[in-house]
Structure formats: structure tokens, C-alpha cells
């Protein structure tokens, strides 16, 4: 798991300097320290609301597939119907197993419960690549151009 979130930091510190240096190294100076609040708080909201649609996004579509995956992966009918409940725990990458459970059926609910969690991831994902692209078309339209200064010669 190491390579990516490498890559991930490397991506995260590279954008994060240049959004605050985009933002507050626009501001007026008088307005520095609001521009750099404001950027502050737009990074906490976006990522509160970020992660709460998201995690809602992988929890509707393990909601909606885990029964079937779990059946997928051989757990009987009738069981799978009453892991159903268990969906927030696989919504979280938990799968729904007991130490009462014989070792056969466990393997056959973590492997469906793992099917069900990456449905969702798969479906998250390119939903916050299509959030990212308007996201990105929305600042390019947003950003303000200031105007060519003229210099004497």
C-alpha cells in the first residue's frame, strides 16, 4: 500500500502550494489573511462534504449488491438475506463475520463482502473524477485575469 499513498502525498503537497499560493498570493495584501481563511475553510467543507457523499455513494451500491455477491461467493440464500443488515459494516471494508461462523462460510463472506465494498469503490471513484473535471472547468471559468499593466520604455 505504500507506493500509492507516496504518490498520493507527493500529489496532495504539490496542488495544496499551489492552491495557497493561487489564492492568498492573489489577495490583496490588506486581504491576505482572509483570503488565506477562506482558503482554509474551503478545504475543511469540501472535505467534510467530500468524504460524507462519497461514503454515502460506496454505501448505496453495497446496499444494492451486497446480497447478490455474497450468494456469488456461496453463501446460502438465507444467510446472505440476513448479512444484508450488516451493509454499514461492509460499507466500511468490515466483513460481517462471527467466531461462530464455520471457516468455509466465513471465507465465502468476507470474499462476497469484499466484492460488495469494491462495487461501491468503483463506483466512488469515477464519480469523483467527474466532480474533479467540473470542479476544475468551474475554476478555470472563476479565475479573474488582472489586467496587462503597461510599462514606459
Known amino acids: ?8 502525498g507527493l500529489g ?20 491576505g489573511g482572509v483570503a488565506g481563511g477562506l482558503q482554509a475553510t474551503a478545504l475543511q467543507i469540501g472535505g467534510a462534504l467530500g468524504t460524507s457523499v462519497l461514503v454515502s455513494v460506496i454505501s448505496s451500491r453495497v446496499g444494492s449488491t451486497l446480497t447478490g455477491e455474497l450468494t456469488d461467493a456461496g453463501v446460502p440464500a438465507r444467510t446472505a438475506h440476513g448479512l444484508g443488515a450488516a451493509q454499514d459494516a461492509v460499507a466500511m471494508g468490515v466483513a460481517p463475520v462471527s467466531d461462530a461462523m464455520p471457516a468455509q462460510l466465513k471465507a465465502a463472506v468476507v470474499e462476497g463482502g469484499d466484492d460488495a465494498f469494491m462495487n461501491g469503490v468503483h463506483t466512488a471513484v469515477p464519480a469523483t473524477g467527474v466532480l474533479e473535471v467540473l470542479g476544475a472547468i468551474a475554476a478555470a471559468i472563476g479565475v479573474r485575469r488582472a489586467p496587462a499593466v503597461e510599462q514606459g520604455v
Open 12 to 31: 496532495v503537497g504539490m496542488v495544496m502550494s499551489a492552491s495557497s499560493e493561487a489564492i492568498a498570493g492573489n489577495a490583496p495584501v490588506r486581504d
Open 1 to 8: 500500500m505504500w507506493p500509492p499513498f507516496i504518490a498520493m
